[in-house]
């Protein structure tokens, strides 16, 4: 069982930019799938970014595409989540998730273990 832990958050201007880590202990990060997940206020927990369980394969959500970078460091046993250009509608507590299975999951069952979460706050 790997237990997670997120970090990094805190509370940004609009454009600025921010990076989260994802440490894992237990078990090595390389061995699961991560998602990242964030959840506003009286929404649903939506999907953000995957890297898949050999890291070959990242895939993003719409609303982040080409804004955000998911990246291992399986030295550090870390995932981390580059976000940049931040705005308001980022404003979220995130999650990151793993799980052991291949596949490319976007969806919270999707994942077995799950983090704390880190609260971002895009504000000016």
């Known amino acids: 069982q790997v237990l997670l832990a997120e970090s990094g958050g805190g509370l940004v201007q609009p454009g600025d930019s921010l990076t989260l880590t994802c440490a894992g202990s237990g078990r090595a990060l390389s061995n699961y799938r991560i998602g990242w997940f964030r959840q506003a206020p009286g929404r649903k927990r939506e999907f953000v970014a995957l890297i898949s369980l050999k890291g070959g394969t990242t895939i993003y959500s719409e609303s982040v595409k080409g804004r955000f970078a998911i990246s291992r460091d399986n030295g550090q046993n870390t995932v981390s989540l580059q976000m940049n250009t931040l705005n308001p509608e980022d404003t979220a507590v995130y999650y990151c998730?793993?799980?052991?299975?291949?596949?490319?999951?976007?969806?919270?069952?999707?994942?077995?273990?799950w983090g704390q979460g880190t609260q971002v706050t895009v504000s000016s």
């Open positions: 998730a793993a799980d052991e299975t291949y596949g490319f999951s976007r969806e919270t069952l999707g994942y077995q273990f």
